[in-house]
């Protein structure tokens, strides 16, 4: 094979959702004998980009060599057949299958089903490159990281020549990063071409041959691993600091609110999510949270809103008018009784904030709805609401009984963004507020925020832009795997600074 | 000795009672490991039988008495195809047309026991008197297929090849049905599609189609089970009474042997053993109609218990009674 | 890339709105349809499917007589479609009304057995449906509470629950209750709900029920909460739902409702008990009530329907020697057909032609 020809080469990628460019003309190269680190922030085209290859996405615009002939991927079938496999990072599995039963789910090559001989086939593989997997173990009695060798065991078993995977590490420990990272090698050095997605510096400088960086939806530049260093690739992923002009006022009259310490929870797969998480949140000061996606930004919100089992530490929320209590082992209702006004945007905005068949009015109630006494419920106060937020945030439907699922992402923001500032918290978290929206629809919610840390709101900003959280709050905390890594002072602290504290801190929680 | 004598008679007779739910229970067994939960089941035990009869019935004025086992295939056939046809409605509501599963399938049990019925009275209707086979075939189809001297054998003899063909055939059936799905390929895909249709399809599978002939054939399966009533127990007459509430049972029957088709061979035989007991076995601190509910009450209380212990190998399958749609995985 | 072999020969897409009077065109279509079907099974008989429907019709709705009779059969459905709605609503997919039907018959009876002749007859009409709302309730409860506890499939547990009371049923009327024949005594006349307009007034608690449910599922906190579940679980727990003790409470109401309808079959038409006395009615009212959309003035119109349908293949039988089971041939059509019809309210399909959005080709 010549080693200088490219074992697939994208020309000139763009990928288009709706009015949002994911991939704007990218051109990259990969090699066999190569790992390729695809380096960027999130939401910065990554994923887009290698689902293409994989046949989940087509291009609306470019073109895919292999081996120099133009090729098109349809399918992850297509892929397969020009030896390209992706492990993803939502595994695919069975579990009440066993590993190798996985494995050759959809292989249509042999007729007769030897399941011996694909156990044996398996440990064939999981030899050559050094895997530690039972093949007849099944996948409900599996670790998350026994799960992946099961993905990546099942791609090579296809026989892939082309690896793609995203964010690999992101469920592994360190010691299992380490285990991967040396069957990666292994695999390097069998002249299979590894592409990783990833956004963590350290294992870019400890696994990849070459780096290639997005930066929103563009090719910013690929560099040879050796010949550059942790600093110069932050300066490239995060790029020059972008002014984005938010309006900043300094609430000069800040109060505590919410005492966090020591707090540590676990998913319900038993990995520790939360690992003694202390900070303060001050009233009349908006709290950016920083870090990349799955580091405990979702578990900490939903912990201080009730909503997720805490296994140690305390939040304590002391109340404007004086007076502290503990949240900590609380339903959502006994904190709302307790009379602690918090307001909470989550993430999912239509599977959790919001009742997706119902229209402005029906989700208005979702906070009111127990108001009030006798068995029926007050639909004028919330109708009432629905209009108040429709005008002032000039929330486009066609009437405010219109199922706010068929709005459009930023109306459907904007309704529930509304309601939750309508009942004038004073804590207020939001989960990525502004994620999807255009630019306009983002400027509203930093201004909605802004005025109400003005009014003296404790507002918790959970962002993934590292540009919007220097510019809008006062402070942020950064958390990685877990743990807080450093809290800094937003008007002081730079985008590499920040970007380091998330990146660079390794300790993750042991197994 | 006596009390010996008891035990094997009320075998054979569960085994006998119990036949046509083994066939029940297999179609709607391999129906739901795509992930299908079809309840019409009833309604395609009434088509079954009565389609099986009136093929047998019609073959046998028109073409005189046929063969035996003629007569068991033709009246095989008829069920299969009445059953595969009533499941095919239901599968292409529910997976083409993406129909609410329960819904769709209590509408099916309605048509089917509204079809059957009409079937077996129009025959009855049309020919003016009961409809029913030469006694020939009525003794063939509850012989045994094996020569006297094995039924000879003491105690075992009777009960071990003293049956009748359904029951053998039933029996190849589950075994056959528990090595397709354990160790052939198609039906590794089949359990996936059922456990979970979003890993099948990405990995290639064709869940729709897995699904459509999953359910047909086992829709046809389970219509054999009418039919098996009707020439064995119902004596090869029409008979609405006895068989309502088969497919039922082998709705809970299914869930007691925990979607395994061999633990569908003996908890045939133990729900009918259920079903007749009352007659065999009489005690008086037991209330005869009591022993009917007993089935029901330990499907319940398995189901309580697979559910309170959490054992991933005996639950239902995982995407059963949810409609899987590609895009929204 | 060549556009053609990116996108499938037909897709489908989600309607993001259609308009209501075409919606209501095709569901009277897809009803229109279904009856054509009939006249297949109609023609197997051979008689004349217009003359068919004419004799049914006019045994339905051609005498005050008749229609009494319609509405009779009308009332259990109607009433039975009202209770499941709050259930389906929150999806929790409860087919066990056939049992919950027969449990508040059981417990009716009991009240009738023990009460007669000691109570007036409102008096003892009221407990006797008081003690129906309870046994129907209580019954439901069962699966609901391992539904909420260790999420049992309620499916499943409510298909069972059915056969265990009405073999419970099926043991008092041979056994302990027998009178004669194996067959429960008739109610003494204070046990018998009385007449209005011919037919016994379970019509009136129905149509009220029609009411009381429609304001329950669109004003009242806990319909709401209902609603909220149904759409997302998630977000239930995000408002503060206790999502557990409100699918019990639901459950149980749901029962309850049901168990009246026992009180109001086995007062009001039977005037006995009998392990037949839901007679399928749970499960065809499980399909009216979905056909509705769960709207409950929608029921009426769809009970109705199928009240009619039967009593009209009863005269069949009679006139023209049609096994009354064309009724459930024709009904269980009428179902097929309605229940698909909504996918093509739902989604439109689209012929690749004019695609160019190069969708996902997976």
């Known amino acids: 094979m010549d080693k200088n020809c490219y074992a697939i080469e994208l020309k000139g990628i763009t990928k288009r959702f709706g009015p949002v460019t994911a991939n704007d003309g990218i051109d990259l190269g990969l090699r066999r004998g190569e790992i390729l680190a695809l380096l960027g922030e999130?939401?910065?085209?990554?994923?887009?980009?290698?689902?293409?290859?994989?046949?989940?996405?087509?291009?609306?615009?470019?073109?895919?060599?292999?081996?120099?002939?133009?090729?098109?991927?349809?399918?992850?079938?297509?892929?397969?057949?020009?030896?390209?496999?992706?492990?993803?990072?939502?595994?695919?599995?069975?579990?009440?299958?066993?590993?190798?039963?996985?494995?050759?789910?959809?292989?249509?090559?042999?007729?007769?089903?030897?399941?011996?001989?694909?156990?044996?086939?398996?440990?064939?593989?999981?030899?050559?490159?050094?895997?530690?997997?039972?093949?007849?173990?099944?996948?409900?009695?599996?670790?998350?990281?026994?799960?992946?060798?099961?993905?990546?065991?099942?791609?090579?078993?296809?026989?892939?020549?082309?690896?793609i995977l995203d964010e690999p590490t992101a469920v592994l420990t360190p010691q299992e990063t380490e285990r991967l990272f040396a069957v990666l090698r292994n695999m390097r050095d069998d002249d299979k071409a590894i592409v990783m997605i990833t956004h963590k510096l350290n294992e870019v400088m400890a696994i990849s041959d070459k780096v290639a960086v997005l930066r929103k939806g563009k090719y910013i530049g690929t560099v040879a691993t050796a010949e550059t260093n942790p600093q110069a690739l932050t300066d490239m992923m995060v790029g020059r600091a972008v002014t984005l002009n938010i309006d900043r006022p300094l609430n000069q009259n800040q109060t505590e609110r919410l005492r966090v310490s020591g707090l540590s929870c676990y998913d319900h797969e038993h990995v520790k999510k939360l690992d003694g998480v202390s900070f303060t949140a001050m009233g009349g000061e908006i709290l950016g949270v920083a870090g990349i996606a799955g580091s405990g930004q979702k578990e900490l919100l939903e912990s201080i809103a009730g909503l997720c089992p805490i296994a140690e530490g305390s939040i304590r929320y002391l109340a404007p008018e004086g007076g502290e209590d503990e949240l900590v082992g609380r339903t959502p209702m006994q904190i709302r009784k307790k009379g602690v006004s918090l307001a909470f945007i989550p993430e999912d905005r239509l599977g959790m904030g919001l009742v997706g068949s119902m229209g402005m009015t029906g989700n208005m109630m979702l906070r009111s709805w127990r108001r009030g006494g006798g068995p029926f419920v007050k639909r004028k106060p919330p109708r009432d609401l629905a209009n108040k937020v429709l005008n002032e945030l000039e929330v486009v439907t066609p009437g405010i009984e219109f199922p706010v699922r068929k709005l459009s992402g930023g109306n459907v923001q904007k309704v529930l963004v509304g309601r939750e500032i309508a009942s004038s918290p004073t804590v207020l978290m939001t989960a990525y507020a502004v994620r999807g929206l255009d630019i306009n629809t983002s400027y509203t919610i930093y201004n909605l925020m802004t005025e109400q840390k003005m009014q003296g709101t404790a507002v918790i900003f959970v962002g993934e832009d590292l540009d919007v959280l220097l510019e809008l709050c006062d402070r942020i905390l950064v958390l990685c795997g877990g743990r807080v890594s450093g809290i800094v002072d937003a008007r002081r602290a730079t985008k590499e600074e920040i970007g380091l504290l998330m990146t660079s801190v390794g300790g993750k929680e042991e197994a | 000795m006596n009390a010996l004598d008891t035990v094997i008679l009320l075998l054979l007779a569960a085994i006998t009672y119990g036949t046509p739910l083994l066939y029940g229970t297999l179609g709607e067994i391999l129906t739901e490991k795509s992930g299908n939960l079809n309840l019409g089941v009833e309604g395609i035990l009434f088509m079954g039988g009565a389609f099986g009869l009136g093929g047998v019935y019609y073959l046998e004025k028109f073409a005189g008495t046929p063969s035996g086992l003629v007569a068991i295939l033709v009246a095989l056939l008829c069920a299969f195809l009445a059953g595969a046809a009533a499941s095919l409605i239901f599968c292409f509501l529910t997976t083409t047309l993406r129909a609410n599963q329960n819904v769709t399938g209590l509408a099916l049990a309605i048509f089917g026991t509204g079809v059957g019925q009409f079937a077996g009275e129009m025959m009855r209707v049309r020919a003016g008197s009961y409809v029913t086979v030469s006694n020939e075939l009525k003794d063939f189809f509850i012989a045994s297929p094996f020569p006297q001297f094995l039924k000879d054998i003491p105690y075992l003899g009777q009960l071990i090849f003293g049956n009748s063909w359904f029951f053998y055939l039933g029996v190849v059936l589950a075994i056959g049905m528990h090595l397709f799905l354990k160790k052939t390929r198609k039906g590794l895909y089949l359990r996936a599609v059922g456990e979970n249709p979003g890993t099948a399809d990405s990995a290639g599978i064709n869940v729709t189609r897995y699904k459509y002939l999953a359910t047909v054939i086992g829709g046809g399966i389970s219509a054999i089970g009418g039919v098996v009533y009707i020439v064995t127990t119902a004596g090869c007459t029409w008979n609405n009474e006895g068989l309502s509430g088969v497919g039922w049972l082998a709705v809970a029957l299914v869930i007691f042997c925990l979607w395994r088709p061999l633990s569908a061979l003996w908890g045939s035989v133990l729900f009918g053993a259920l079903m007749i007991l009352y007659m065999r076995l009489q005690l008086s601190f037991v209330p005869t109609e009591l022993y009917k509910i007993l089935p029901y009450v330990v499907t319940v209380i398995v189901l309580i218990i697979s559910s309170l212990r959490n054992n991933k190998e005996k639950q239902p399958p995982a995407s059963l009674g949810l409609a899987y749609f590609r895009e929204d995985r | 890339m060549d556009e053609k072999t990116k996108t499938p020969l037909l897709r489908l897409a989600k309607r993001s709105s259609f308009p209501k009077p075409a919606a209501w065109a095709i569901r009277v279509g897809s009803i229109l349809f279904a009856l054509l079907l009939g006249c297949v099974a109609i023609l197997l008989t051979g008689n004349s499917p217009f003359k068919a429907y004419a004799t049914m019709i006019n045994g339905a709705l051609g005498s005050k007589v008749y229609l009494q009779q319609t509405v009779k059969k009308a009332v259990p459905l109607l009433g039975c479609a009202l209770a499941i709605a709050p259930c389906f609503k929150m999806r929790f997919w409860n087919i066990g009304a056939e049992g919950q039907i027969t449990a508040g018959a059981l417990a009716a009876t009991f009240v009738a057995r023990t009460f007669t002749g000691k109570l007036p007859s409102l008096p003892l009409l009221l407990l006797m449906a008081a003690g129906a709302i309870l046994g129907g309730g209580l019954w439901a409860l069962i699966p609901a509470f391992f539904k909420a506890k260790w999420n049992t499939n309620e499916t499943l547990f409510t298909l069972m629950m059915n056969y265990i009371i009405i073999g419970v049923v099926a043991w008092l009327q041979a056994g302990p209750w027998e009178a004669q024949q194996g067959r429960i005594a008739q109610f003494d006349a204070s046990a018998q709900l009385p007449k209005v307009l011919g037919v016994h007034c379970g019509w009136i608690i129905v149509l009220v029920l029609v009411l009381l449910v429609h304001i329950y599922m669109r004003h009242t906190k806990q319909g709401y909460e209902i609603a909220v579940i149904g759409d997302s679980m998630r977000t239930a727990q995000y408002a503060g739902m206790n999502v557990g003790r409100i699918m019990m409470r639901t459950m149980f109401l749901s029962g309850a409702i049901s168990g009246l309808v026992g009180f109001i079959i086995a007062a009001g038409a039977n005037h006995t008990l009998a392990k037949e006395i839901a007679g399928g009615v749970g499960f065809t009212s499980i399909t009216v009530a979905w056909l509705s959309q769960l709207n409950a003035f929608a029921m009426i119109a769809i009970s109705m329907m199928l009240g009619i349908l039967t009593k009209g293949a009863d005269t069949l039988q009679t006139a023209m020697s049609v096994p009354a089971a064309i009724s459930d041939i024709i009904i269980g059509l009428l179902l097929f057909c309605m229940l698909g019809c909504e996918f093509f309210i739902n989604y439109r399909l689209i012929l690749r032609k004019k695609t160019g959005k190069g969708g996902a080709a997976v």
């Open chain 1, 42 to 163: 999130n939401g910065s085209g990554k994923t887009t980009l290698m689902n293409m290859l994989s046949g989940i996405y087509l291009p609306d615009e470019g073109q895919i060599l292999a081996d120099g002939h133009t090729i098109s991927i349809r399918s992850p079938k297509d892929a397969y057949a020009h030896g390209i496999g992706m492990i993803h990072q939502h595994y695919k599995l069975v579990d009440v299958f066993t590993a190798a039963e996985n494995i050759v789910l959809g292989m249509e090559d042999e007729k007769k089903l030897d399941i011996k001989k694909a156990n044996a086939k398996v440990r064939e593989i999981c030899g050559r490159y050094g895997f530690d997997i039972d093949p007849e173990k099944k996948v409900y009695d599996m670790s998350v990281s026994e799960k992946q060798t099961v993905e990546i065991v099942k791609v090579l078993y296809r026989g892939a020549e082309i690896l």
